[in-house]
């Protein structure tokens, strides 16, 4: 049925979109970091991490090729995409997951912090894309899906570079959506509100919600829900994936209990 490539697949979000993909049938190739950033406030997925990812993906009878790869550095994704067409076929389906978070207010923010952000979050997706668009283009079939965020659509304080980098993924997005559609492909954003994973649930995290009371009222959803979990984003996902929504392009699409509504 195809394969379907995934960033940030170590755990989280990224885990339970390849395991979601797998059971629509699809075989995955599946990537990380696999190792902590300097400025990031909390432990990032392990080699381990993403062994466990391959090794679920496997259990429901599918394929996984696993990868470290940074999903900014241009030359190891294409690497990846290459492997991936080598070893388990064209590649159909691009996850676009791979993100980080840090905390501070705009002007105090060090050049550094600002810079891993944007570059793992919105360079990443870009890089992905450019890594695996060619020969998806050429085969004139795929699908790509950016993971976005509550902040793709509003500010909140002490996240600048977070919310910047996911506001430039709905333009990354939007674009794509128009420059692909005459070769049918297809792309379209999730945004998540919070999320149950390593990232949403970190002592960092929490630091910044209890320090902004304003950001935290704002994130807290309509429906009874305290966090989304990642295999309830991953469905989404797989559904803009899939040949049910083939004729959904350019959209974003929250997936957060009502965070929006606030």
Known sequence: MGVALVTG???????????????????????????????????????????????????????????????????????????????????????????????????????????????ADLRGAWVTCRATLPAMVSRRRGSVVLVGSAASLRGYPGIAHYAAAKHGLLGLMRTLALELAPFGLRVNCVLPGGVRTPMGTSA????????????????????????VEPDEVAAAVAW???????????????VDAGVQLR
């Open 9 to 119: 697949a170590g755990r989280g979000q990224g885990r339970a979109q390849a395991v979601a993909l797998a059971g629509l049938g699809l075989d995955v190739a599946a990537c990380d970091l696999g190792h902590d950033l300097p400025t990031i406030p909390y432990p990032l997925a392990s080699p381990e991490d993403l062994e466990e990812t391959g090794r679920l993906v496997r259990e429901l009878g599918r394929r996984c090729l696993v990868g470290l790869a940074d999903a900014a550095d241009l030359a190891a994704m294409r690497a990846l995409a290459a492997r991936a067409e080598a070893e388990l076929g064209p590649v159909e389906v691009v996850v676009a997951n791979a993100g980080v978070i840090s905390f501070g207010r705009s002007w105090e923010l060090e050049e550094a912090e600002w810079d891993e952000v944007i570059r």
């Open 204 to 227: 960092a995290m929490r630091g910044w919600l209890d320090a902004h009371p304003d950001a935290a009222r704002a994130l807290t959803a309509p429906l009874p829900v305290d966090l």
């Open 240 to 254: 803009l994936a899939s040949e049910s929504a083939r004729h959904v392009t350019g959209v974003a699409l929250p």
